[in-house]
């Protein structure tokens, strides 16, 4: 059982358009993540979301925005890809508190 | 402002040798401690964590040495393997909880050679 699970695992787009990754977490975890890791692997933190708050890392360009349906999922929407944006992102999970988290196995964006 | 700086950047060592990675952070709220591994193509996976009130946690050949006065902590790898053969990312959790996420330091590439 595949405890966090982004789809897809790799996306390769044009400049311009939209596009969404998805996550799901089996967990039962009630705080959930998104993080870019860059070419030089660097992680950093772009929104944390529990079932009362969304936090927003104030470096995230507007055109990101995280959407949840329910708890077990956390969805990423990226309009007007630029090549910037080409990178590996991971959904994460944990429970209140960010103890323990859980990554899923990442979706690396190509944009071209 | 990059809150906790990771040493070294890359690492070789020797099967059977001990590798040594070092963080040193600034915010003296953070208070918990993470350890991360990353194999190609995976996510990061837990390793091992510690509370700024212990000195020391060791699991298995994995152990955290944690100076709070010196605001350091270190991860150490007794008998290296080649299967250790990773990216490892210390961490640090922000008093704010979940909703601060963790910060990340940059990453030791690390190569245990046969």
Redesign the interface.
């Known amino acids: 059982d595949t405890a966090?699970s982004q789809t897809p695992k790799y996306l390769v787009t044009q400049m311009g358009n939209d596009k969404s990754i998805k996550c799901e977490q089996n967990l039962g975890h009630d705080?959930m993540?998104w993080?870019k890791q860059d070419s030089?692997?660097?992680?950093?933190?772009m929104f944390?979301y529990?079932n009362k708050?969304l936090?927003i890392?104030e470096t995230v360009p507007n055109r990101f925005s995280p959407k949840s349906p329910d708890k077990a999922h956390l969805n990423l929407h990226i309009n007007s890809l630029e090549l910037g944006d080409s990178a590996v992102y991971?959904c994460?999970s944990?429970?209140?508190?960010?103890?323990?988290?859980?990554?899923?196995?990442?979706t690396r964006l190509t944009v071209v | 402002q990059q809150q906790v700086k990771q040493s070294p950047q890359s690492l070789i060592v020797q099967k059977g040798g001990i590798s040594i990675i070092n963080c040193a952070y600034e915010n003296t709220a953070f208070d918990y401690f993470p350890w991360y591994q990353q194999f190609p193509g995976k996510g990061p996976a837990l390793l091992i964590a510690i509370r700024p009130d212990v000195s020391e946690k060791k699991e298995g050949r994995f152990t955290i040495s944690f100076n709070k006065s010196a605001k350091q902590f270190s991860l150490h790898i007794m008998d290296s393997q080649p299967g250790d053969s990773a990216t490892y990312f210390c961490a640090a959790r922000s008093p704010g909880g979940g909703a601060d996420g963790l910060t990340f330091g940059k990453g030791t590439h690390l190569i245990i050679q046969p």
């Open positions: 966090v705080t993540y993080y030089k692997k660097f992680l950093k933190i944390s529990n708050e936090i890392n991971f994460a944990s429970l209140a508190g960010g103890y323990g988290y859980t990554f899923g196995s990442g």
